[in-house]
Structure formats: C-alpha cells, structure tokens
C-alpha cells in the first residue's frame, strides 16, 4: 500500500490465560483496541488488568448448567420428524431418537404426547388419528396400530435439547473430553427470566473490567439437528429457520396472542421443516413474528442491566441469533451497541453493514484459531495454511467493504494455535492495516455509486437481505450472484412478493432481479402464481423497468408457462409437459452486445438450468450450451430483460452481472464511470477526500486501466491480492 | 456370411414409371417379389403386366381432390390454441392463425365458434365467459373485451385443415411446385364414408393387376401442425396424437355414446395438445377408445371391400394410423392382411412384430429414396452416404430381428435416385440377403430367450408399447432405454397403472422396469399419489419382485418423498425442497459389483438426473457423478432394486441393463447362455435347427467369446457390420 497506514484501534483479538506473553504481543503487532475471550477460553487477570477495552463473552441460555440440571422441564425444545419407517405388518413400532443424536436430543414424554404430537402416514400423505397409535415413555417409541402394510410412518414428537448445539460442535470439534455437557434453558418461562436476568446481573458484577458485554448471540440457536453418529454428524442445518424456539408454552402463548393454535406440522412440513429455502407460509411469518416480538421484549431487558452497569452490549450475528431479526423492524428496540458477524465472503460484510438501529459492526474473520474448519478441514495443523486461507477471506471480503464500512474486525479462537504460523501472524498484521485505511476513506464519506438501484425480489424480502442461509450449500444461484452483488458500485435492495402488492416497484428501483430454482423462497415459488404479481411486474418493465432473471425465475408449474414471466424475457423452459411443440429456432446473436463487452472465453454458470427455449423470433440469444439458451435478451414495452441460466461467482460473470444491470436498466452509458479494464479487479472512488483504491482479486499480478469520470482513465499494476491507494 | 443365402422373395421394391428398365434390374438384382408404386410415383403398364406382386398404395382421405373441393365443410379439421398474446389494454385482438402455416389451415367460422371455442386467461388460468369475447370471420380474428392489463390470451378454435399434412411434407420436400394441394376429408359425416367407400369400389375396379392394397395409412394422421415458415416449419409433432380426430360431429357423437360431452380445452390441454409424453387424462383415453372403435368400424367397411375384390389389404404403421391402435383390442376386427412399419431402430422392428391379429408384418427400411432425409439432411444428393445409413440403420433394426421375426422388408421412394449410388444398390442386395436368412431361422423355431420377463411400467401401458412417439426426441430415456431391450434375450411387455390397479403385476414377471421424467406419461406423473400403486408394488418386490428405475422413477412432488418408492431403491432425490437436510454420505462399493462385471470405462448415461442422494447406509452406491447418485442398488425384502441416472443406448449401457435385469430378478446365475463378452456384438441361438447367429453392431471388425449352454465357449471374429453363422 502506498498510503500511511493506520496501526492502532479497530481490531479484537481473542486472548488466552496462560499465554499472556503472546497476547499481549499480538495486540501490540496487530493494533489491538480490545481483547476478547471465546467459548472455551478465559483471560486471566494479567491481561484483563491491560489498558485495552476487555470484551468478554456470555450466552445466557447455556451459562449456568446447575440451575439447568435442576430444570429440566425449562429446556429449550423442537419438534423431530422420526426417520420414516416402512410398516411391514399392521402394527409398526417406531423408536423416535432413531437416527438422531442421543446426546443432543431427549424425547418430552412431560407435555402430553397425545395433544401435542402427530402421526402421518408418509405414503398417503395422511395424519393417523391419535387413537390408532401409542406411546410408551420407557422405550421411547411410538406405535402405530392398524397400519396400512408397506406404509411409510412418521412421529413428528418433541424433544428436549440435553446438549446446547455451538458448545456441542466447539467440545467435539476441539476434543473437549468429559467436560460437562452444557444444556440450553428456554427463556420463555418467567421462572427462566428471572434466573437469567438475576444470574446477568450478578456476572456484570462480577465483571468490573469488561467494557463490551458480547451475546453469544441471545436465546435461540439456528436449527441444527445433529444425527446418529455411527451414521452421519449432522442431519438438518438451517441458518434461518425457527425451528429451535419451539415449545408448548410458547405455542400457547402464540395461540393467545394470535387467536390461533400451530400444529407440529406447521414446523415439520413433511420432513423439509421451516427451511428458509422453501417459501414461508403465512403461519410460520406469524411465527416469526410473535418469536421476534418475544426475543427483543426480553432481550432489552437484558441490555437494560447491561447500560446500567456502565457497559456496552454487542451480539454475534450468528449462533443464538434466531428471533433477532436485524433487518426487521423491532431490531432498533434492542438498543444493542454492535454487532458482529462472523465473514468469509463480501455478501456477509454487507449483511452485517447494512444493519440499521446498531452503532458498531464488526467483523469476525476467517479462519478461526482451530485446529480445522467449519468443514473439518486442517486449518492450524498440519497440512493447514491459514495464512493463505486468510488471505483469501479477506480479499473476497474486502470487495464489500470498498462499498459499505463496517467499524471494526477481530478473530475468535485459541491465540496460542497462531505461535506455529509466522505467516499468519504477518498476514494478519497486513489485513488490520488495510482495514483500517479502508475505514476511514469512508468516515465522513461516501464511495462513488452508479445512480442505480437494483432490488432482489425473493419471497423472504428484506428480512433475509443478502441471502445468508449457513455454510452448507453451494452452487446456490442466489448466493453466488449476492456475492458479486456485493462488490459492485450501485445500490442494492432486498424486496419480498408482499412488498409488491403492497406498495408496488418501489420509484427508486431500475432493475429487479430473481434468481434461483423452481419452488424456492428465492425463486419464489407459489407467488409466481398471482396474477398481481405478473400485472405489476409487467407495467413496470413495460413502462421502462429491468429485469434480470436467473435460473429457474418466475418459475411456477401454473397455466400455460412455466417462467411467469416469459412473456418479459422471450424465453421458456421445457420441462417435458411440451417436448412434441416444436422450438422456434433462433441462432446466436452474432454481433457483440453491450452486457458481454469485453469479457472473453466462456461463461461458466456452474450447473445450468437446461432445456430453456426461445419463445419468439425476437428474443436475442447471446450463448447457448448444447441446444440450450444460456443468455437471452428481450424488450418488452419500454423495458428490458435479462435471462442467464445459472450464475456463479466467478469475475467473468460479476462482470456480465454488472453491464447487464446498466443494459437492463436502460442506461448503459452510465456504466464506465470508476469501474476497472480487468475483471479480476476492482476500485473505489471517494469524492470527498478524492482518494481511488484499486484492489487485486486475484492470486496474481494484474494490470488494470480505470476509467475516471470525464473519460480520464488511470492505468496502473497490482501484486497479487495487493490495494492501491491513489490520490487524485 | 458363410450360410448359404436366399436371393428371392420377401421384398418390395418401389417401381417408377419412366425406369422401367432399372425398376426390373434392381427387382432382380434385391430380389424383389412385390413392386410398389409411392406418394408421388406411379407404375407403368409395363411394370404392372410382369409377375411381380403389385402393391398400390391408396390413402382415401385425401384420393379425390375434386370431391374435397366441393365438400369443404367435410375436410377434418382440428382445435388449434392461438399463439398467447399479451394485453397491452383492456381490449385484445387476436389473429387466430398467427404463427401457424395458413396453408394448412383455415378458420371453422361454419360451427358456431360461441359454442365450440373457448377463450383463455393463461395468466390467471381462467376461461373468459363468452359474453366477453366476439370474432370475426372475414379478418380471422377474436377480440376480447375487458380484458385484463398484461394478461396472456388464448383462443382455442376449431380450423379445417385444408392441406393433408403428409402431401404436403412430400410436396415441399420433393419441391412439387404448382402440383394442387390434396385436402384431407372426415370420414366422420356419412355422406363421406359413402364417397369414400364408392371411390375405393371403383378403384379395386379399375386396378385389376393390383394385388396388395396398401393404406397409407387409413383415416386420421397424428397430429402434425405446421408453423408461419418465416418463423417455424413446424410447431406440433405427435405422433400418438388424437388431435388430428377431432371434429364437432365427432364430439355430439362421442357425447351420445359417452354420455358426457368434450372441451376444446381437454384436447388443448393449456397448449400442452394431447401430447404423448403427458400422462392421458381418463377423458382422453375415453375419446381415443370412442375414435378407435369409429375407424375399426369404418375401416373394416374398406376391408371388406378389398377382399371382396379377391385383393389382400396392408396397413402403413405411420402416417395416418391415428385411430387404428395396432396394439388395442379391437385391431384384429380390421382383419387387415399386412402391416408395414417405417423404422430406423430395433424398437421399431419389434414394435411391427410385436402386433396380433394381422398375419405378415413388413419393415420399410431408411433412408427413403428421397433427395433428404426426415431432418433435411442430404441422403440421395451430394453430401448424402444412403449406403453407410442403410447400414447403420440396418444394423440396428438386425438387433431387433434376431429376438422377433418379421415377413418382409422394403423401400420406398423415388428408385431413379440409386442411379447415382452404385454403394447403396450393393449394401441393399446385402440386407436383402441377411434378412432372408434371419427370417427362415424364425421360422418353426424360437430364438432362445432366458426365463426372464421384464414389464414397462407406463401411464400408457401396452396401447404405447415400445413407446415410439415420433421422429423429434432424443435422449429421452425410456426410448433409449427400449432400443436397449428390444435387442435384449428376454421377454419384454408393457404395462399400465391401471393394469396394476385392475390385476396386480402379472405373475409371470419378474423385473419391473421405470424410467422417465417426472410428470411425464412414461415416469407416471400423478399415478405415484396413488397408495394402491405404491402397496402392490412394493409387496411385490417385498416377496422377491426386481425393480429397475431410471432417470426419475417414481417421481411425484407428493408427501415426505419425491421417488415414491424411494424405499425399494434407498435413493431420492433432492429438487430444492429438502436443500438443509444434510444427506448420508455413503462411500462407493469398492468390489466388483455383478450388474458392472466386465464393463470397461465411464458410463455414459446422457444428461443424468443430479442430485440423487442415498437414504440410508445400507444402499449401495457403484457410482456417483460429481456429488450425486449414478447407479445404486438396494435390497428390500426378499426382492432387489437398481437405480440408474439417466440412460442411453450404448453397448456399455445395454450390457449394463441386461445384466441389471437378472440382478434384480434374483437370478444372476442365468444371465450367461447365449450372450456375448464383446458388447459391441450380439447373437441368437435356435435350438430347433442348431443356428447360432452372431452379429457386429459395430464398425470395426471385432473379436467376441459365445457363453453357451453348458459352459460352453465358442471364440470368433467379425467384419464390421458383419453376420456369422454357425452350425451346432
């Protein structure tokens, strides 16, 4: 970097008692400001007796294991599907737990199984009326008598937690041995209240020197159902989904509150859950809902005893995040002072950022000081290169914070793990000093944005903005074209289906992006089967309004098409409903066109959506793969379409998502100003304090020309993953 | 061959008028014993005074133009759904033949179009009373008004077809300029089966040399609509298709008869049409039952006149063969003498041989004597090799015809077009020569075929045996999944869900075989809700039934499973629905499995299913792609279950079902007798005379082992393409 850089401030490192030496060199070396514990960790006195802000971690449900011992009635709960057991007589016996972890899950024979409880049969998709089956409380099993033979059956029942998830994952995944099982309590009974806000108060004591109180996160974990371990580690994982704040008292008061009772179905939904993939139902938005209201009732009283204290308090955008909601609109009624996410990618960085009614966002980088990753892959052992995974965390990240600040990072873990990595700890120091010159080029200053807005139409909206939904899935569309959404030089939004019929396109919006697979919430699947949604969609792209559709969008198995709005982007997809309608055959647009200017070789969307067709003459392909439609162009009315078949994050097709913006939006000519000749990277330009930074995506050197404003255009070279700070 | 060959009989040659010479050198030299004349051709005095057998081809529909001309109002005619148009206000004018080919169609304003139309929301998916729409004879139109904004509209009308679609593919393909166009007339209105039956009386009269009448075909052909040539030649291709029956007189009859009264909308079907790929609706399948009991009737009239002329009559098994149904029970009461089917394949063949009720079947071989083939490619022109695609064609239907015999074979076409192809007449006087000897080993004598029985599960069961459904779709699996088996030493049937429902699977079974889409008529569709279906199956696979499913078997976004029979095959597959549930991550079998023994490289599988996971531990994977299941089996019960991906006819692929086949039907140990280790090369043992047959599917010589009975082995090679017989 050619600019001075910052060396002080912004930064959290996780401290370890016992290697005090090395803390304190490390927050010297790295600029730290504060120093944090982490689950698993404790700092001793020596360090909290430093100067730097201490920054300690709590998560109240799983805080104090005695009072949950003696309360075992107050543990969180959810509802299981039973794994389905094919009947092979009239009588069919179904051991609940079978298939699920023991150690995670106990069944909850307390809460009458009779009222609370279903059976299905899974073959005819029918409930079992309660007097055909039994339970008995000692084997842990259902049975189902008058089974119709061969049969698939299913228990949706509801279990106890004896094992809190992340404590669980951090104990197995770092050998923890025969450390005490920590278990979660339900803050949903008034007696668990007053335990946790009496036990809050007495650790705020008993914590004179803390200054930043951090909820891990507050009180309900993302769904996560670990299995039978002699057959799989994990059997669902959702980052968004409710499933984890279930539990009778709860549906009673849901019931009171909402003048209507849900079932367990409404939460096992066949097996599939409350997967934020699948689109919500109205019942489980009202769940939600009342859930969220719940969770920033009595967490504000929890961040009251906080200020009162004299601290600050901050929550990790993850874990126990369920029920927080912050893009929702009670998140502002916490009065929480920061929020921390932990990142890989820049989407992440934006979610975090674009948080309203929380002063402080920090970001808490890959990897993590672990012996291996979220994937049990080596990360500080042997065969581990954390540097370079560092490395590359960051550059991705850093793509997101030339658009939007976040005010501080820091690093979770066991410090003590680094002491084999000298490149780590350099790369680290690198990383802090581009941050924080990154930072403060946005402190009373706002980089160059294009005037255009473009909004993602999904059926979750702005409650999931950026489309953060776990670390399991890959090759998602959404995901992808989020993360090349992330870094580029224009206004994003999230908007949900809801959003349109209540208050139409928003005035400010000039492209309106959906992308995914048929059924999805991000497709959006039934939605697409409203009429108002077609009629107010197609005035807007008729009256001069972009469309960019992605994969399967507007894809809904209804009437006569199956993209909903074929009719915008002239083309369909064959599902075989039509194989003997002969498709018009339209040849590849030979000329080059706007949105693939300048990129060269092949596209690669990842795994294409197939069998897509031209609907009319008109339509414009520009690619196809085998007889397939790849990227298609169409004007309807005044507006303009988009259609890709699938997207990837790769910087070939975050430019082609890029210049299909501007040429969708109909303003292609405001598409040059502060962008980058090479694709592999990218720049920021900052009016204010005219200062132009210029990263290196990439693993190699690159040269790149920038195109100033006024046609000026800078031409310049970068190490790999370097920045470069201009003056101009 | 080493065989003593015939060199005479079972041959038809196609004669033409003005070639006198060359039509009797080549009936010599292919030893023709039957001349015939073709679509376009006609034969000479000098031809029809020899001693060959004359063949006269006559297609009644569309015999007399000038009848036609003043019986417009008896042309067929068929419902057409107009292309969708968008509102752009609240009134929409539609021009009903926009986008089709108006040379083959013509408005039916003659019936009433309030009674007989219907007009369509396709966005809302509603009809549109009829109050609210008006037409317009004179501009061809239909206007509806207070239409909603941006809707997409239909109309489905009634339109005369005024140009008979087979002449007109032979007038456009042989460019016949000027030449008037024949119009196809309704044998449905009395006054036309009375022409009819007058005109083919006078016919027989004056064509006394004539000895085989051929119809080309009988009365409806399958459903053909062609496009705006500057947009589409074609847009619709059904060939099981009942559009093409469909007339308001029809409709009052069936309506009579049925007690219940058609829409244009159950043959529209949202601009689906009756497609063959789509499971029929029980209102289809009453309409096709109603028209086919109309043209067994109608056409027995026509027989009986042929035999009344001391003639023979055959059926042409394409064209219009819509309503003769060779596999429904009522074909034997034509008592047609012969049938002739144009094939390419072995499904073909096996398709011809496969009817009951008609005494001598006939293939006519590929390429016809035509300048192009079906796809426009050159055949008989410059750029055409009519002799490597008759071998190659030939090659394949020899597979099909060493497991079921037909009579004889033929040509068809124009023959002044050989002159150029000295190749062509050599490779022909070849086949004639291989045909001849393959047949006589038919004759007295079974090939022998292992005790194994395998039934086609289908929405169509035996009416669409070996499921040939037009000349337009490729990698369909189930079409390649049939070339496979039609050349396989097995029984092979056809079976419905409905024969499930009614009998059970027929004891006589022993593997049951699944293979398509979903939704479509092949994987099933909607019969997979069915519990009874998915009782009898599994019961039967319990007691030790085989099940083999390809592709999507059994797939139905119904209840807990998307395979509904997930559990015999313990795979399922993932379409979005389940995206969080984290899948059991079994590893491949590492043995030599007995369905893969011997079959060497990757298997092709074409565009195989993705994302097809394991459901429980104990299935065993053989082969993934990327992440997703390529070839599973399963136990269940007393019975076996093989999974496959996608399919494709290769040799690697046919071996792999056949041994699959004896997999599952529990008995591997029978797989062996009479089969070939090269799997490019196949034979045919016949026990009565000794006769082992042995033939080179491939165009490279080859080397292959015979597994004989007993153990015992025989070593040979082969030219390409070549036969070997041997004496036992």
Request: aromatic fraction near 14%; hydrophobic fraction near 35%; glycine fraction near 8%.
């Amino acid at each position: 970097m050619s600019e001075k850089e910052s060396n002080k401030g912004s930064f959290t490192l996780p401290g370890e008692a016992g290697y005090e030496k090395l803390t304190l060199k490390l927050a010297e070396k790295w600029g730290a400001d504060a120093i944090r514990d982490s689950d698993g960790t404790v700092l001793s006195d020596k360090i909290v007796s430093t100067d730097y802000d201490i920054y300690s971690t709590i998560c109240l449900v799983r805080a104090d294991n005695t009072w949950a011992k003696a309360n075992r009635d107050k543990l969180q709960q959810n509802y299981l599907m039973s794994f389905p057991v094919t009947a092979k007589s009239d009588k069919v016996e179904i051991d609940l737990l079978s298939g699920f972890f023991r150690e995670q899950f106990e069944v909850n024979f307390n809460d009458d199984p009779k009222k609370w409880w279903q059976v299905f049969d899974r073959t005819a998709d029918e409930e079992v009326p309660k007097n055909q089956w039994t339970f008995d409380s000692v084997k842990g099993t259902v049975t189902i008598n008058k089974a119709d033979k061969w049969h698939k059956y299913t228990v949706n029942f509801l279990a106890y937690r004896i094992w809190e998830a992340i404590s669980m994952y951090n104990h197995i995944t770092n050998n923890w041995g025969d450390r005490e099982h920590q278990m979660p309590v339900d803050p949903i009974y008034t007696e668990t209240q007053k335990f946790m806000l009496d036990y809050l108060q007495k650790w705020l004591d008993e914590h004179p020197k803390t200054k930043i109180v951090r909820f891990t996160s507050l009180f309900y974990n993302f769904a996560w159902f670990w299995g039978d371990p002699s057959i799989q580690r994990f059997t669902y994982a959702d980052w968004g989904s409710y499933e984890m704040t279930v539990s009778p008292r709860a549906m009673r008061l849901f019931a009171e509150a909402r003048g209507y009772e849900m079932t367990s179905e409404d939460f096992v939904n066949k097996g599939q859950y409350c997967s934020s993939h699948n689109v919500p139902s109205k019942r489980l938005l009202d769940w939600m809902d009342f859930m969220n209201e719940f969770v920033v009732s009595f967490g504000r009283k929890c961040i009251d005893l906080i200020h009162a204290a004299g601290k600050v308090a901050y929550m990790f955008y993850d874990d126990h995040w369920v029920g927080t909601e912050p893009y929702g609109e009670r998140f502002k009624n916490f009065e929480f002072d920061g929020l921390i996410k932990c990142v890989f990618n820049a989407f992440e960085a934006r979610l975090c950022s674009g948080v309203k009614g929380v002063k402080t966002k920090e970001l808490r980088l890959h990897p993590y000081l672990f012996p291996t990753g979220l994937k049990g892959e080596p990360t500080f052992m042997r065969g581990g290169n954390p540097a370079l995974d560092a490395m590359r965390f960051w550059a991705n990240i850093r793509r997101g914070l030339l658009r939007a600040p976040v005010d501080r990072i820091g690093l979770g873990g066991y410090l003590h793990l680094v002491q084999d990595f000298p490149d780590f700890v350099e790369t680290i120091e690198q990383i802090t000093r581009e941050f924080r010159t990154i930072k403060q080029f946005h402190t009373g200053s706002k980089p160059y944005t294009a005037p255009l807005k473009a909004a993602v139409l999904t059926a979750w909206g702005r409650l999931r903005s950026w489309v953060y939904v776990g670390h399991f899935i890959h090759g998602m569309e959404l995901y992808e074209l989020t993360e090349s959404l992330a870094g580029l030089p224009i206004e994003v939004s999230f908007i949900s289906f809801d959003d349109i019929l209540d208050k139409g396109i928003p005035d400010d919006v000039h492209v309106l992006l959906n992308a995914g697979r048929i059924g999805s919430a991000w497709s959006g699947g039934e939605h697409w089967k409203n009429e108002k949604i077609i009629d107010n969609i197609t005035q807007w792209v008729a009256g001069g309004g972009g469309f960019i559709g992605i994969g399967e969008p507007s894809a809904c198995q209804f009437s006569s098409q199956y993209f909903q709005l074929s009719h915008l982007m002239g083309v369909d997809r064959e599902i075989g409903m039509t194989l003997n309608k002969v498709k018009i055959d339209v040849p590849v647009f030979k000329d080059e066109h706007f949105i693939l200017n300048g990129i060269e070789g092949d596209m690669d969307f990842g795994r294409d959506i197939d069998k897509v067709y031209a609907l009319d003459k008109n339509t414009t392909i520009l690619s196809r793969n085998e007889e397939s439609v790849k990227i298609a162009v169409n004007n309807f009315g005044k507006g303009k379409s988009v259609y890709l078949s699938g997207f990837k994050f790769t910087p070939e097709n975050t430019r082609l998502l890029h210049r299909s913006l501007f040429w969708a939006a109909g303003n292609p000519g405001d598409y040059g100003t502060w962008t980058c000749s090479n694709i592999r990277t990218d720049c920021a330009f900052y009016p204010n304090t005219k200062k132009l930074v210029i990263i290196n995506n990439s693993e190699k050197e690159e040269k790149t020309k920038i195109f100033g404003a006024g046609g000026k255009t800078i031409e310049t070279s970068l190490e790999p993953y370097a920045v470069k700070i201009l003056d101009l």
